[in-house]
Nanobody, 120 residues
Framework: QVQLQASGGGLVQAGGSLRLSCAASGSIVGSNSMRWYRQAPGKQRELVATTTSGGTSTYADSVKGRFTSSRDDRKNTLYLQMNSLRSEDTAVYYC??????????????WGQGTQVTVSS
């Protein structure tokens, strides 16, 4: 199993920046991806960014050019650098870990979430 601890959320002014962290521990082996999701009240949960164990990151259109996801495998930590924040970025951000190989596809774990609030 994998345990995830998200942190770094807070209140920031529009146009500002914030860096989220997700510390992972446990059975982090093989092909996997770590993802950032977010969910605002009354809205569906949105996939924000995905970073695979190979280091490739993809992003939702709504955050492209503003957010950067990266992994520090030495620290087993996922980061989300958020720049040029907008009020619509306000949400609870969740860290997710999923196995991608046949032997670890059963792994699907979530962090507790961290609140990001962007003021106008």
């Amino acid at each position: 199993q994998v345990q995830l601890q998200a942190s770094g959320g807070g209140l920031v002014q529009a146009g500002g920046s914030l860096r989220l962290s997700c510390a992972a521990s446990g059975s982090i082996v093989g092909s996997n991806s770590m993802r950032w999701y977010r969910q605002a009240p009354g809205k569906q949960r949105e996939l924000v960014a995905t970073t695979t164990s190979g280091g490739t990151s993809t992003y939702a259109d709504s955050v492209k050019g503003r957010f950067t996801s990266s992994r520090d495998d030495r620290k087993n930590t996922l980061y989300l650098q958020m720049n040029s924040l907008r009020s619509e970025d306000t949400a609870v951000y969740y860290c997710n870990y999923r196995g991608l190989a046949l032997y670890n596809k059963h792994q699907n774990y979530w962090g507790q979430g961290t609140q990001v609030t962007v003021s106008s």
